[in-house]
């Protein structure tokens, strides 16, 4: 498992809006396999209207999504933590 970085655009209500996920993958085609899948359960967005932009292996410390930090919990505490800022509360 790696994870990967996909990027690209779709239509969130009445614009196309950019966006970005982290997704654990054994390679890109499921990563890209895995954003369309998640895209279309939660905002009902069909494969077509999706515009994917990149997709890019990334070092897993570097990201905030939930499942990436706990798939990848053991390299990242070996490694010495995470490396994505922690935002503060107010």
Do not use: C, W
């Not at 196309?16 to 895995?34: G, I, L, M, W």
């Amino acid at each position: 498992m790696k994870a990967y970085r996909v990027s690209g655009t779709a239509p969130f209500g009445s614009q196309r809006q950019p966006f970005s996920y982290d997704v654990p993958a054994a390679n890109a085609d499921a990563a890209t396999e895995k954003v369309y899948s998640t895209l279309g359960s939660r905002h009902r967005i069909m494969r077509r209207k999706i515009a994917i932009d990149s997709v890019g292996e990334i070092d897993p410390r570097t990201s905030t999504e939930p499942v990436v930090l706990s798939t990848f919990r053991e390299e990242i505490a070996a490694k010495g933590g995470t490396i994505a800022p922690v935002a503060e509360e107010e």
